[in-house]
């Protein structure tokens, strides 16, 4: 479970070391105009790494409605204006949900994080929090308020450690594909209306966040995606069954599809810890229910497995998939089941 940060001194202590982060990875500073729907913020000083610019400034005058510092993302580019991608702004003290970005503590570890309600704006008709959440799949987590209240957010990046603003970076690409696939219409097709209900309905149901997650300076809760992403990659590398299709949705990671019916289901944790294990196993066996479909765990390649986890993945003929994480990448490990090569598929700039 996580815990909002309510406390304005806080608050203020946190987004400095957000911004400190973000500073470390994005080196350069440069003067730029950012335009927006309404206006133009001029001669801004933003941070850039030479793909993804950042600015932050206050916004917090007499006059308006809701005081909040802003946290501006979008892609970098030489000429011209610059543009928003997404806006991860945080009100100044205690919860207000009309402001998208808010941040949050972990309750087993203490690693605090920027998170973000997934409302994307745009002025694009379709352009929107659950339509996004849904393309994306994405998979808020639970944060409680000092009331005991919930509120929903993804991870967008840990506010400090080792390539922090790595998981950002992501979440902006994803960000600027969704609304590129909401302009390509792509929000239009009877699939896609299937999959947000799901959506919709599993969201629905009061859940909390699964506990435990392994203890290093690079940050892998926050960097789930990027795992599946490799895992993704790797899989598409290799032949499809006939007529499958690799599918992504609220409940489970990845799967293989054909037709209908699932054949291979992938669960990617980020760490051995036993309750991680526990939920993995479950996951697999609930929606990897038919006797011939193929089970897969994935898990960080130097973290220890109880031995009687290990025993129990072979008795349930669940296989298991090692991933490695570093500053840069992630990394599927694995000799393939149906050829002698070592795969490293990698996904990284």
């Given at each position: 479970m996580f815990t909002l940060i309510e406390s304005k001194k806080e608050i203020a202590k946190v987004q400095r070391k957000l911004e400190s982060s973000i500073r470390?990875?994005?080196?350069?500073?440069?003067?730029?105009?950012?335009?927006?729907?309404?206006?133009?913020?001029?001669d801004a000083s933003v941070f850039t790494d030479g793909t993804y610019w950042?600015?932050?400034?206050?916004?917090?005058?007499k006059d308006i409605a809701n005081p909040r510092r802003l946290n501006w993302f979008g892609l970098f580019k030489n000429?011209?204006?610059?543009?928003?991608?997404?806006?991860?702004?945080?009100?100044?003290?205690?919860?207000?949900?009309?402001?998208?970005?808010?941040?949050?503590?972990?309750?087993d570890t203490g690693s605090i994080y920027l998170l973000h309600s997934g409302r994307v704006g745009g002025g694009t008709k379709g352009v929107g929090q659950s339509a996004f959440l849904t393309w994306s799949d994405q998979r808020p987590v639970d944060v409680v308020d000092s009331s005991g209240s919930l509120?929903?957010?993804?991870?967008?990046?840990?506010?400090?450690?080792i390539a922090a603003s790595r998981s950002a970076v992501r979440y902006i690409d994803i960000i600027v594909q969704f609304k590129l696939?909401?302009?390509?219409?792509?929000?239009?097709?009877?699939e896609f209306h299937r999959k947000k209900k799901e959506f919709d309905d599993f969201y629905s149901e009061a859940r909390g966040r699964r506990m435990g997650r392994r203890s290093a300076e690079i940050d892998y809760l926050s960097r789930h995606g990027e795992v599946v992403d490799a895992l993704n990659a790797?899989?598409?590398?290799?032949?499809?069954?006939?007529?499958?299709?690799?599918?992504?949705?609220?409940l489970i990671d990845m799967g293989v599809t054909?037709?209908?019916?699932?054949?291979?289901?992938?669960?990617?944790?980020?760490?051995?810890?036993?309750s991680d294990l526990y939920t993995a196993i479950g996951q697999l066996m609930v929606h990897g229910a038919a006797a011939d479909c193929r089970r897969v765990i994935v898990l960080p390649h130097k973290e220890i497995i109880a031995s009687d986890l290990k025993a129990a993945l072979q008795r349930l003929r669940i296989e298991l998939l090692k991933f490695k994480l570093d500053e840069r990448k992630a990394t599927i490990l694995r000799r393939r089941t149906n050829n002698s090569k070592r795969d490293t598929l990698k996904r990284g700039p």
């Open positions: 470390r990875d994005f080196k350069t500073t440069t003067i730029r105009d950012i335009g927006y729907p309404g206006g133009t913020t001029f950042y600015w932050s400034s206050d916004h917090n005058s000429e011209g204006r610059l543009h928003i991608s997404v806006e991860i702004n945080t009100a100044y003290e205690g919860r207000n949900d009309q402001v998208a970005g808010f941040f949050a503590r972990d309750n509120r929903k957010g993804v991870l967008v990046m840990p506010i400090d450690g696939a909401v302009r390509a219409g792509d929000m239009e097709t009877r790797w899989r598409t590398s290799d032949l499809l069954p006939k007529g499958g299709r690799v599918v992504k949705n609220a054909v037709g209908r019916d699932l054949v291979e289901v992938f669960e990617v944790k980020t760490s051995t810890a036993r």
